[in-house]
């Protein structure tokens, strides 16, 4: 689900406190387009958006959720399932909580 090489690679090129702040922007974006998308819809470039950033974190199923529902939305394909976009990314979310909890003990 997490791709833990590319998170470490990107935490031993920051210090700390510019690692926890790239998280915490992450999830403070992700939590915008998640409102602006139950609010208005989805569109590809929300889903293009969530994508890039998912894989430069290393979120790497987030950001294969997110490709898909791009690529249906390019189409216009009526059956994009964005519950599994949000599914992914808590699921994400609680590998990613589980893997600092470890990495701190």
Do not use: P, Y
């Not at 210090?15 to 569109?43: C, H, M, P, Q, W």
């Not at 964005?82 to 808590?90: H, M, N, T, W, Y």
């Amino acid at each position: 689900m997490l791709d833990w090489t590319h998170i470490n690679m990107l935490r031993e090129e920051v210090d700390d406190d510019s690692f926890n702040e790239i998280v915490d922007l992450f999830f403070t974006e992700v939590a915008e387009v998640f409102a602006r998308v139950k609010a208005k819809g989805a569109t590809h470039s929300d889903m293009h958006f969530l994508k890039g950033s998912a894989a430069n974190l290393g979120f790497v199923e987030f950001s294969k959720s997110c490709q898909i529902a791009e690529h249906a939305l390019l189409a216009e394909d009526d059956t994009v399932d964005l519950q599994s976009v949000f599914d992914s990314f808590e699921a994400s979310c609680a590998e990613f909580d589980q893997g600092r909890i470890r990495s701190s003990a």
